[in-house]
Nanobody, 121 residues
Framework: QVPLVESGGGLVQPGGSLRLSCTAS????????MGWFRQAPGKLREWVAS???????NYSQSVKGRFTISSDNVKNTVDLQMNSLKPEDTAVYYC???????????????WGQGTQVTVSS
């Protein structure tokens, strides 16, 4: 069973919008944090945004004011609303969640399979 499943990537023109979603599968006892990273061709994976279980959000400077991260701790989902997209936002986007499936478990970070976002005219 794949721990995290992403959806919502695609091709969009500059200035357009996309919404990415990520859902955790299986039973979850508690989520500590959720976030999104991205990796452009030939570059290292970089952090984009994160949200804690008390809904505190943080964004990289490159996306602040354009992207919005949100979560639903009942549905175990984290979304990334991306507006005013630029060609330099082109990358494979990965969601990540840190959670435990039972009270006695250790916190474990899980990653999605990645979804391609291409911003081009």
């Amino acid at each position: 069973q794949v721990p995290l499943v992403e959806s919502g990537g695609g091709l969009v023109q500059p200035g357009g919008s996309l919404r990415l979603s990520c859902t955790a599968s299986g039973s979850i006892f508690s989520i500590r944090s959720m976030g999104w990273f991205r990796q452009a061709p030939g570059k290292l994976r970089e952090w984009v945004a994160s949200i804690s279980r008390d809904d505190r959000t943080n964004y990289s400077q490159s996306v602040k004011g354009r992207f919005t991260i949100s979560s639903d701790n009942v549905k175990n989902t984290v979304d990334l609303q991306m507006n005013s997209l630029k060609p330099e936002d082109t990358a494979v986007y990965y969601c990540t969640m840190t959670f435990k499936r039972a009270l006695g478990d250790s916190w474990t970070a899980y990653w999605g399979q990645g979804t391609q976002v291409t911003v081009s005219s």
